[in-house]
């Protein structure tokens, strides 16, 4: 399964970035889904490849592809699925899987760009209503 995302960074800030393992937390736990410790071992790079893999579970990699002041990075996990997060949810390993590589990506992003909405834990100033085609008039009404 692989999936990706553009960010604002270039590819050399992203890779090291995810090479560095107390960056981990950031992203792993939206791809392992369970309690267990973070692991110590096992993540291996190239940066002049822009490859980043990693051996434990869920084994994946991360390419990195440099476009100048962009960067898209795509997440490949070789699992064919996960535990879904929440039991109760009518979630197939395959979509728990498809959703915590989405989380990983915009959890990257987020920490990278330095914006809000994809780590719960980071918190970020609200974006000013102009990036979003509104004008700035503070508390008007309708």
Same mark, same amino acid.
Not at 124 to 137: F, I, N, T
């Given at each position: 399964?692989?999936?990706? #995302?553009? #960010? ?5 800030? @992203?890779?090291?970035? $995810?090479?560095?393992? *107390?960056?981990? /937390?950031a992203?792993?736990? /939206?791809? &392992?889904? !369970? ?7 096992? $993540?291996?790079?190239?940066?002049? /490849?822009? &490859? ?9 990699e991360?390419? #990195?592809? !440099?476009?100048?002041? $962009?960067? @898209?990075? &795509?997440?490949? #996990?070789?699992? *064919?699925?996960? &535990?879904?997060? !929440? ?11 498809e ?6 990506? /915009?959890? @990257? ?11 719960? !834990?980071? *918190? ?12 700035? @008039? ?5």
């Amino acid at each position: 399964m692989e999936q990706q #995302i553009t #960010i604002a960074r270039p590819a050399a800030a @992203v890779f090291a970035y $995810l090479a560095e393992p *107390r960056n981990l /937390q950031a992203w792993l736990p /939206q791809l &392992r889904r !369970d309690e267990t410790p973070m692991p110590r071992e096992g $993540l291996e790079g190239d940066a002049a /490849q822009g &490859r980043l893999h990693w051996s434990f579970e869920p084994a994946g990699e991360w390419h #990195i592809e !440099d476009h100048g002041k $962009l960067t @898209v990075l &795509r997440l490949a #996990i070789t699992a *064919r699925g996960a &535990r879904p997060n !929440d039991p109760t949810e009518r979630e197939t390993p395959a979509q728990a899987l498809e959703h915590g590589m989405e989380a990983a990506l /915009q959890s @990257v992003k987020s920490h990278l760009e330095g914006a809000g909405g994809g780590d719960p !834990d980071l *918190r970020m100033p609200d974006a000013d209503h102009r990036v979003y085609g509104h004008k700035a @008039v503070p508390d008007q009404d309708p």
